[in-house]
């Protein structure tokens, strides 16, 4: 109980301080905020409107001397919190956690998902049509989405994975029979429109950070169903600018297998932080090398370069396979 007491009167205090510092002052600190941290502190700032003056001077020694009996902090809290929140984190993104914390609107369905840990997520959801789960995961964050995935029966997931990929935008009024405050999110005011969401790189994205056994198992069921659309998947799980991502070692374990010709054609479409990248991990006469053949060498066609650079990739991804490199990604191995 005691800290529970301590983390009610650091909350209050932060909000204190925040109305104190000004709109902008007070938006840089949501900056380095978790949503539930936004929200929390939101809610709590627009209730504040005065202090006492003890507890106002012991909040703010450093920043004031002395204050008055009781201190107004702003005019209008709710405009105030309003202002902080879109400075901070832009007009969409703060939008619905302004109509949550200022307005007092009921935001549920896919917003309170996102307040919610991945288990509790897949409890709700786990009995609803795939094709209902796949278009709310692409709603929420690619972690926490895979996140949900890990909690789903090997078929279940493979078929939402599935059913992402191909899923190439979302209709606002699609979503109202499955969650009636969800379409007014979606569907009222501005926001009348076809949503981006899903498709290959979506569920590339899911996929990182599920781990090397589920990420393959769920790639070879959507190959069995459609092999073009794995290898879109796969394609954009790891690119080649993903190479600036590994450390030292794992490029020199790739150098050591790349035919030199291969990597002076897929450096000529690489920008130069990766051929820094590249070349510090070289002997300085190897690196020469490579420097003078891309610069001797004429133009290239662009599916030359790409093909040389997937080349690449397929050789990362079996060194990864092979344990002899770490792709990133949560994973789902530990390291003794």
């Known amino acids: 109980m005691a800290s529970a007491v301590t983390e009610e009167e650091g909350l209050h205090s932060s909000a204190i301080l925040l109305m104190a510092l000004g709109e902008e002052c007070a938006a840089e600190v949501f900056k380095h905020l978790t949503p539930k941290e936004v929200q929390r502190l939101g809610e709590r700032m627009a209730r504040l409107t005065t202090v006492a003056d003890q507890q106002f001077d012991e909040v703010l020694a450093r920043f004031m001397g002395t204050v008055q009996s009781q201190r107004s902090l702003v005019d209008d809290s709710n405009a105030y919190v309003s202002n902080v929140l879109k400075l901070a984190l832009g007009d969409d993104k703060a939008g619905l956690l302004i109509d949550r914390i200022v307005q007092g609107r ?66 606002p009024n699609a979503m109202k029979e499955l969650n009636d405050v969800l379409s007014k999110v979606l569907a009222g005011g501005e926001r009348v429109r076809k949503a981006a969401l899903g498709g290959p790189k979506t569920a590339a994205e899911m996929l990182n950070f599920l781990g090397a056994s589920a990420e393959g198992a769920v790639l070879e069921s959507i190959r069995d169903l459609d092999g073009d659309l794995a290898q879109k998947i796969e394609d954009q799980m790891f690119t080649f600018d ?45 690196a020469e090398t490579v420097k003078e053949d891309l610069e001797s060498r004429g133009p290239v066609r662009l599916s030359e370069v790409e093909a040389q650079q997937k080349e690449i990739l397929k050789l990362v991804r079996r060194l990864s396979e092979e344990g002899q490199i770490v792709l990133g990604g949560s994973g789902d191995e530990s390291f003794v």
């Open 106 to 171: 009921d935001v549920s369905g896919i917003e309170s998902l996102k307040w919610m840990d991945a288990t509790a997520v897949a409890e709700l959801i786990r009995n609803e049509h795939p094709q209902i789960i796949a278009s709310i995961l692409v709603h929420l964050d690619r972690d926490h989405a895979s996140g949900v995935l890990t909690c789903f029966t090997d078929r279940l997931r493979n078929d939402v994975v599935l059913r992402i990929a191909t899923l190439d935008g979302m209709q």
């Open 242 to 286: 993903d190479l600036l991502k590994l450390d030292n070692k794992a490029i020199q374990l790739m150098l050591r297998e790349v035919p030199g010709e291969s990597l002076v054609v897929a450096l000529k479409g690489a920008e130069p932080e990766m051929r820094q990248k590249i070349f510090s991990n070289m002997s300085a006469r190897a």
